[in-house]
């Protein structure tokens, strides 16, 4: 049996780091600007404070995925360990705050907070404190998916859950995982630092893959850290529990233990906002849309949120369709709707569709083009007059006399083809309906 | 040598003005350092600069707290644009970018700073000799080591170059050499002043402090010293009242505690000083009250079982990358491995080395110990301050030594923290002053309390200054 856990880091979304209040915003930022002597680790600096910011917006991934929020005073411990990007050299995490949570049939063991790492360009050899100190949560699960289809599940609905908190400091990038997957006859691996869910089910797919070969082959799999390899879709060992590290863990100095206010517990459970459970009961009953739509739709925020605002404008069934297309287009190119820029355009796009200014075909490019192009904006195209498809449609005739004699002796699927040619030659600018209708009229008079 | 009250009237007169007392100070300056070796960096002409705008504050009617008093500040403080070294190769170009809490308070208040103090490389030391840029001499008799590790601080008061200097305590740190100096040493409780800016040692022990000639420097020093600070999560939201309450040491009221542990094979001058301190205290009407400390021999493993691992954990972040002592090598390993070789010392690398031994993992019962016996230790001094206010013991068991007498023999060394260290254990506030005198070598006398009570023992100094009398020998 296949056993898989995680653990996810996630950068939390607070203007000021963990421990001092440099800006967190460091992709934008010029390298090394937003630093201070506390997150260059400057002789003689102390952490000023524990963000309350950082202790609120993990208090509510904690109470989203049902944990209990320990009320006892929470300690910061230093890992030690060498490396550039670490300017003290050690890293501050905390011991859990939150224990014994479940989402999606899956226990959460706990979750801790950390602060981030700079980062170090290995080959330049430079380093950017910009990201030194942004805050991060680290949730554990327990290993208890047993397909790589449970804990793709997983993973997209916890995604959900922290985009409905709104708590990811950047999106595209804030979510990274290391995935532990065993199965049985053989030792647990972890792979490190995968950075999007589609990489998480390619690297689980390849382990198990490889576990299962191996096994087949008589060796042994060993327990072990590997690193998962994007580009050429492979993992590779780092190194063997064996020889792990000793990080000297001890408690802060700097940091008394702080302890959540239950008070604040309750406050925050009160402002809850709708989570993707609670959305897709809702949409199910407000709407009348299947339940398994309606899971596609919530999955992804901004999706739920386009099919709320079409559904009010264009119909349940007009925006069903809509959006189930634009889901089938986004999962093409592994993107979440909030990965696209300027989507009032889609809007648009619905607009143009349904009020019968742009055909289907017209209607499948453009949202394609959206999603591929920031700087397309869909636009009413001009309608080809009745005369001039006639004109066409000669043409097509002239120039296919099989297809027209297939037609002849009852072979209705050969309309269908010739509709296609007209299609193809007006660049989908002939209403397919009317350019049948006249191609019906022409193949009459012949 | 005149007193801190004394100066400070002359100039608030306009009797003389701060740039006059500098110049005064800077001469002493010139006379003495070439012997001490007191100074890392001399800010002279900062100093000047400083000194000529408080002359026309104080001309025109203002002026804050030390009105031009001359201050020096250990080397382990931050001050912007000024190096820091720390007393260590690893830092010998180092410039802060920022400015040490304490330290701003004291440029704030009109302290004119005159330069940067000698110590005992990263405060490692009980005598002023592991410093990068040579040792301290005592400033009573330069055969003699100054105590440290704040051994500039202690030596530059002592010879009056400085009016006031600011120092930090781990174990004994100002006090040592307070008392090696003849000098006043306040170690705060815990929190009472801001550590940011002041370099790691261990993080759960050491907090900064004032020396000065007189209770009354140290009253003054604290006043401006002391407060919260939003940089650092430990410090206390607390004030005291030093300078308010100097004068209101009452002896009917005060019971004060001798124990004979804390007496136990001390040399015999340094006993007969303290049981002086004793009996003048007992002749003003103070009760004296025996009190067991029955776990006290655990404060000196104990410190040590806490000091270095934090010391080892604070240590890290000396790599050769972005700032200190860097010897660049093929690999990024020999790099950090190499700088921190050749940027560190002996001393410091015997602490990092212990501490890291300690803290690894399978060592995590000794630290877990220690915090344990912390505990205890902490238990025990509370019990004790329920009989008494103020616990009197030596400062440093032992007189002065010579230079490189110990250096080579840590365990020996270390015996000069043995009553000093329990006061940083515990977070209490201890205070040593000059009490007594064996030929040249001044003895100190510690006095402790319970925390936040530092302006009481300060005000029993001060009470022995103005009706006791020093025992001599």
């Not at chain 2, 051994?151 to 010879?159: K, L």
């Not at chain 2, 740190?173 to 929190?191: E, H, M, Q």
Request: aromatic residues 8%.
């Amino acid at each position: 049996m296949v056993r898989i856990g995680f653990e996810i880091h996630v950068q939390l979304k607070t203007k000021s780091k963990l421990f001092c209040s440099c800006p967190t915003n460091f992709l934008e930022a010029e390298p090394n600007t937003n630093i201070c002597p506390v997150c260059t680790a400057q002789p003689g600096s102390k952490p000023e404070g524990i963000n309350e910011e950082v202790i609120r917006k993990a208090v509510m991934v904690a109470l989203a995925l049902n944990c209990k929020i320990r009320d006892e005073p929470l300690r910061f411990l230093r890992k030690h360990y060498f490396y550039p990007d670490l300017p003290n050299n050690y890293q501050r995490t905390s011991e859990p705050f939150a224990v014994d949570g479940e989402l999606n049939g899956v226990r959460i063991r706990e979750i801790h907070i950390e602060e981030d790492p700079g980062r170090y360009e290995l080959r330049e050899g430079i380093v950017d404190y910009n990201r030194s100190g942004v805050p991060l949560i680290e949730i554990v699960t327990e290993p208890d998916m047993t397909t790589v289809e449970e804990a793709r599940n997983f993973l997209k609905h916890l995604r959900a859950v922290l985009d409905y908190l709104d708590v990811i400091l950047y999106p595209e990038i804030g979510f990274r995982v290391d995935a532990n997957v065993s199965i049985e006859g053989g030792e647990r691996v972890e792979v490190k630092n995968i950075n999007s869910i589609h990489g998480v089910v390619r690297a689980l797919k390849y382990e198990i893959a490889r576990h299962k070969r191996m096994l087949a082959m008589g060796k042994k799999i060993v327990r072990e850290t590997r690193h998962w390899d994007e580009v050429r879709g492979v993992t590779v060992s780092l190194r063997e529990k064996e020889t792990a590290e000793d990080y000297r863990y001890m408690p802060d100095p700097d940091i008394p233990p702080y302890h959540i206010d239950p008070a604040l517990v309750k406050e925050l459970r009160a402002k809850m906002p709708e989570l993707p459970h609670q959305k897709r009961d809702r949409l199910v009953r407000e709407y009348g849309i299947d339940e398994s739509a309606a899971w596609t739709f919530v999955l992804d925020k901004e999706l739920g949120d386009l099919f709320e605002s079409l559904a009010k404008q264009f119909g349940v069934k007009n925006a069903t369709s809509f959006c189930l297309n634009l889901r089938g287009e986004l999962n093409y190119r592994d993107k979440y709707l909030a990965e696209i820029p300027n989507r009032e355009r889609l809007t648009k796009l619905a607009e143009l569709y349904f009020g019968g200014k742009i055909t289907k075909p017209v209607y499948v490019e453009y949202l394609r083009k959206i999603l591929d192009d920031p700087a397309f904006v869909p636009a009413e195209q001009e309608q080809l007059s009745d005369d001039a498809i006639r004109q066409i449609a000669h043409e097509i005739i002239k120039a296919n006399p099989q297809a027209v004699a297939d037609y002849k002796s009852g072979e209705k699927k050969a309309l269908n083809f010739l509709v296609g040619q007209i299609v193809a030659r007006t660049k989908g600018r002939a209403d397919p309906k009317r350019a049948i209708q006249i191609l019906r009229e022409e193949l009459q008079r012949l | 040598m005149p007193m801190i009250e004394e100066i400070l009237e002359r100039i608030r007169s306009g009797e003389m003005k701060p740039s006059e007392h500098l110049e005064e100070k800077i001469e002493v300056l010139e006379h003495r350092e070439p012997e001490l070796n007191a100074f890392i960096t001399k800010t002279v002409d900062l100093a000047r600069e400083q000194a000529k705008e408080i002359d026309k504050i104080v001309e025109s009617g203002g002026g804050e707290a030390f009105y031009g008093l001359i201050w020096g500040i250990k080397d382990n403080f931050a001050l912007k644009g000024i190096r820091m070294t720390c007393g260590s190769k690893m830092l010998e170009d180092y410039i802060p970018p920022y400015t040490a809490t304490p330290v701003q308070k004291i440029l704030d208040n009109h302290g004119v700073i005159l330069g940067k103090l000698n110590m005992d490389e990263f405060a490692c030391g009980s005598s002023g000799e592991t410093s990068y840029f040579g040792p301290t001499r005592n400033a009573r008799d330069p055969e003699y080591v100054p105590g440290g590790s704040s051994s500039g601080a202690g030596a530059a008061v002592a010879a009056g170059i400085v009016d006031l200097a600011l120092g930090s305590d781990t174990g004994g740190s100002i006090r040592n050499p307070a008392s090696f100096n003849g000098v006043v040493g306040l170690k705060p409780t815990y929190g009472l002043v801001s550590r940011y800016g002041l370099a790691d040692l261990a993080m759960s022990l050491d907090v900064p402090g004032p020396l000065a000639p007189d209770a009354y420097g140290i009253a003054l020093a604290m006043d401006v010293l002391q407060g919260f600070d939003s940089k650092d999560r430990v410090s206390a939201r607390r004030k005291l009242p030093f300078l308010e309450s100097i004068d209101s040491f009452d002896p009917e009221h005060v019971r004060i505690s001798v124990s004979e542990s804390l007496l136990n094979g001390v040399d015999p001058a340094v006993r007969k000083t303290t049981e002086h301190v004793i009996r003048f205290f007992e002749s003003k009407g103070v009760e004296i009250v025996d009190v067991d400390l029955p776990d006290i021999w655990a404060a000196f493993p104990t410190y040590y079982l806490v000091m270095y691992p934090e010391f080892a954990s604070a240590m890290q972040k000396f790599d050769g990358i972005r700032y200190g002592h860097r010897v660049d090598a093929s690999t990024l390993y020999e790099t950090v491995a190499q700088s921190r070789e050749e940027g560190f010392g002996k001393e410091i690398k015997r602490r990092i080395t212990m501490g890291t031994f300690i803290s690894m993992a399978k060592n995590a019962e000794w630290y877990k110990l220690a915090l344990r016996a912390r505990t205890t230790l902490l238990h025990m001094f509370e019990n004790a301050f329920k009989q008494a206010d103020i616990i009197v013991s030596p400062t440093v068991p032992t007189l002065p030594f010579k230079l490189g007498e110990r250096i080579n023999d840590p365990v020996k060394m270390y015996m000069a923290d043995a009553l000093t260290v329990p006061a940083n254990l515990t977070g209490i506030p201890a205070i040593s002053f000059p009490a007594g005198w064996k030929g040249r070598l001044p003895i100190g006398v510690q006095l402790m309390g319970p925390r936040f009570t530092d302006h009481i023992l300060v005000s029993a100094v001060r009470f022995f200054e103005k009706e006791g009398k020093q025992w001599s020998e």
